[in-house]
């Protein structure tokens, strides 16, 4: 649950981060005073609610170490399908359910493109499928969508690229190996798709849960301030051993730097004869919107704006909106409405904002507040460095987070890597994973469960197969569905 997942930090074994008591905090310990009701501190520092208790004995690792007992790690390679799971056609009509209708056929043809395509489309069915295992309990702030795809670059306020995580509209709270397996199946049915041998996808999902266990196991030995910020981008190809990953990332980056909201807005926006701008009319991915509903998205821009640290005003203070127009992004996000906002400033420089749907994560969870605040304090919590605008808003009742759009943003296609990249990629995204992973979760916990030997990732590796597999008679049965005319498709789009 994600509003239970911020501060504290350290989730530990259990759902809560802290144990904190009412009451037993500075003066718990009654000294001179006490019969007036005044408590009065035996010590200096003692219990605050939001920090740790420096009185509560107890060790994350001895913790970690001990639900071994419960749930062996070799338990991990289970990828059983319940009874009752529901069809592939079911599951994907539910999830098509509340989407724009005419854009349903759009996504429905992305998702049958290829087995990793479907996987990137179905994550509903995944949590469904990964809720039903035996699972650790130790709780993290969850991607709830880490597959090898959602991993790229983006742009910091000053313009400096970093690599991360890019993808949080699944975030929740949850156990964090149900992260590393849909990172270690995707990682399976993209190396098949790229053409490599079946020992070479088993290494890449063995190789990705050993870099996340070496990860965490070295996080958990770091001042807590240095393992919070740890992997700098410029050692990630040192400290994963992706050596053979270097050329590919330098080619992304140079082409992350140019992917800009100036270069967006060139090619997507015209100049009239008054000398505004407005975006052009290139359907089915973009398109102009009748003058209520682009009147209402730019309006929703003033609640946003409250959602925003207050030393962000005056910086968008100084754009003026100009147009809205609906966009279509993603595998998994088609159907959904997304639009993107045009603002300039004084020079008529552009600054381009999305502002997209947020539905409720797929992954059990109990949050019950504005979806749009779910996925940015999701993001804030995993990221190192996040975008500085993010925030959230509400169109005719419906959630919507806000963020800026190609904000140099690049990514790597595991799909498309060569046999020998497909496990460093692996390595570089495990060790990802597992830093975000230690914002929410402590470190300590999860490596003494994962401990030192190689049984989890030969589990997880066990598991990632079979579930691959699995993922690739799900995607015969949609095309099954799509021939017999019982699901309606655009393919090739």
Known sequence: MVATAGVGGTAGVAAD????????????????????????????????????????????????????????????????RGAERPSVEVAVEASNAGRLPDLVPLRVGRMAATPFAFLRGSAGLMAYDLAALPHTGIRAQLCGDAHAANFGLYGDARGRLVIDLNDFDETAQGPWEWDLKRLAASLVLAGREAGADEDACHGAARDAAGAYRRTMRWLAKLPVLDAWNAIADEELVSHTDARDLAGTLDRVAEKARRNTSAKFASGATEVLEDGSRRFTDAPPVLRRIPDAEAAAVAGSLAAYLRTLPEDRHPLLARYAVHDVAFRVVGTGSVGTRSYVVLLLDHRGEPLVLQVKEARASVLPNDYSGHEGRRIVLGQKRMQVV????????????????????????????????????????????????????????????????????????????????????????????????????????????
């Open 386 to 493: 996040s975008d500085n605008l993010l925030g959230w808003t509400t169109i005719d009742s419906r959630p919507y987070q806000v963020r800026q759009f190609r904000n140099r943003k690049g990514s790597v296609d595991p799909a498309a890597l060569a046999a020998d990249q497909i496990d460093d990629y692996a390595r570089m995204t495990g060790a990802l994973l597992a830093r975000a992973h230690a914002h929410t979760a402590d470190p300590r916990a999860i490596s003494g469960y994962a401990g030192k030997s190689e049984a989890l990732d030969e589990a997880i590796a066990a598991f990632a197969v079979t579930y691959a597999d699995g993922v690739e008679s799900d995607h015969a049965e949609l095309l099954h569905a799509i021939r017999a005319g019982r699901l309606p498709a655009e393919l090739g789009a």
């Open 17 to 80: 981060a802290t144990e904190g008591r009412a009451g037993a905090g500075i003066g718990a310990e009654a000294g001179i005073g006490a019969e007036a009701g005044v408590s009065i501190p035996s010590q200096r520092g003692g219990a605050v609610p939001g920090f740790a208790d420096p009185r509560r004995e107890r060790s994350p690792k001895r913790e970690g170490k001990a639900v071994r007992e419960r749930l062996p790690r070799e338990v991990h390679a289970q990828a059983r």
